[in-house]
């Protein structure tokens, strides 16, 4: 089931410490690579040499030093995570991940992580209970950690009670579950991608700088999550998913017929695509010879996500915004005006962001003017948080059922 996946295990101190020397074996027959971070109480419960033994790679404990070829050991940790399970996870670990604290090597890695994590709290009942820690395991939550719930019965500390930390083959299954949830399981979504071509002649085209790589991960991560998606592409530089539906268009024109074409069975669109907001009037039939000067005479293109906002039922809609200054300004009016559900704003002149490299640096902007501001990822991490959020959006919505078309 875990083949090729990289679980990094953080153990706390707590007493069921010595559970996760099962999950962490577990986890190596499932056939996941796994490495193992502790903090420094947690060795008070089980010798680093334990889960050395067991995972086959060295265990890292201290910030600075002991994580064997590693270089900037936080980061590099974050990178080869495929998924980080904390078990046990202390309230004193809660507290610190919840509020961005990070004074040891785990909690460091943590912040540094972009990826799925899962938590696997484990104390006294009333330490449970208590507020503070609710509050924060709420905080985790809508952040999108995966919290699994304690187990109730004898605890460590004589009590009887919820704090328990569940099994090893249950913690087992909630890591398996993670990698395969389908969380647009039964959604349909639309995803456009790339840049529209106008054409001037049969031979020359109005164009723009989009490679569609964005649409081509946000349509492969929605049709691996589980949902049906159609990916109208314009011009792309890059293969597209092939899991999926695609329609070729060239123009905005085409575009737009595609997008309304199944707008009204849709889920949710997410409109990557570079739209051209000018096309030429009148574009020769033949091609166009030498002369001094030319003038082309352009009109307004349809704005398809503007359409789509005066048209939506209960449809999600997520837009795009480059911009190359005022991004967020920009960004949020852009959202206010095509009633989208939020926008993806990026600044396309930074390095690292923007057109023909594979990575990018997004902010989300929601309606009530919250802001995601990400840091540098790849487009395929930025895919998954937004198929994520649009996850979260369309738990709540129905519009289509998949097989009804
Ligand atoms: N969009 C669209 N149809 C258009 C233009 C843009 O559907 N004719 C969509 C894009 O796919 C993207 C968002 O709207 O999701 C971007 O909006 P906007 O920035 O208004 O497009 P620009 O043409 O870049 O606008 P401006 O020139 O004002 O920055």
């Not at 912040?111 to 924060?136: E, G, R, W, Y």
């Not at 329609?247 to 409109?271: G, H, Y």
């Not at 030498?290 to 837009?319: A, F």
């Amino acid at each position: 089931m875990l083949a090729d996946k990289n679980i990094l295990i953080g153990v706390t101190g707590g007493i069921a410490a010595y559970k996760v020397v099962e999950v962490a074996s577990r986890l190596k027959k499932s056939g996941a690579n796994v490495r193992v971070m502790m903090t420094k109480n947690a060795t008070e419960f089980v010798s680093p040499r334990t889960f050395q033994e067991i995972t086959g790679n060295a265990v890292s404990v201290e910030m600075f030093g002991d994580a064997a070829n590693f270089h900037v050991a936080h980061i590099a940790l974050a990178d080869f995570a495929d998924a980080i399970l904390i078990a046990p996870a202390t309230a004193n670990f809660l507290a610190k991940m919840a509020h961005g604290i990070c004074d040891d090597l785990l909690t460091t890695t943590v912040l540094a992580c972009d990826k799925k994590i899962i938590v696997a709290p484990s104390m006294n009942t009333k330490m449970f209970d208590n507020p503070a820690t609710q509050s924060n395991l709420q905080i985790l939550r809508e952040r999108g950690v995966k919290i699994l719930e304690p187990a109730t019965g004898e605890l460590a500390c004589g009590t009887t009670g919820k704090g328990r930390l569940p099994e090893p083959v249950e913690i087992c299954a909630a890591v398996e579950k993670i990698f395969t949830d389908k969380i647009l399981s039964g959604k349909k979504i639309l995803v456009t991608a790339g840049g529209t071509v106008e054409a001037i002649d049969p031979v020359r085209y109005i164009g723009n700088r989009s490679s569609g790589r964005m649409g081509c991960e946000i349509a492969k991560t929605a049709a691996d999550s589980g949902a049906q998606v159609t990916l109208i592409a314009g011009k792309i530089e890059v293969e597209p998913p092939k899991n999926l539906t695609v329609i070729r268009v060239e123009s905005a024109t085409q575009m737009r017929e595609e997008v309304l074409k199944i707008f009204d069975s849709v889920d949710a669109v997410i409109m990557s695509a570079a739209v051209a907001d000018f096309r030429v009037k009148n574009p020769a039939a033949q091609k166009i010879k030498k002369s001094d000067e030319m003038t082309l005479e352009l009109v307004k293109n349809p704005d398809i996500l503007r359409e789509l906002g005066t048209l939506k039922q209960n449809q999600i809609l997520i837009g795009f915004a480059a911009e190359t200054q005022n991004v967020l300004e920009y960004a949020k009016k852009k959202l206010a005006e095509k009633n989208l559900d939020f926008i993806v704003a990026n600044d396309v002149t930074a390095e690292g962001a923007g057109f023909s490299v594979p990575t990018n640096i997004a902010s989300i902007i929601w309606r009530d003017g919250t802001v995601e501001s990400f840091p540098k990822m790849k487009k395929s991490a930025l895919a998954e948080k937004i198929i994520e959020r649009v996850a979260n959006l369309s738990g709540d919505r129905k519009i289509s059922t998949v097989n009804d078309a």
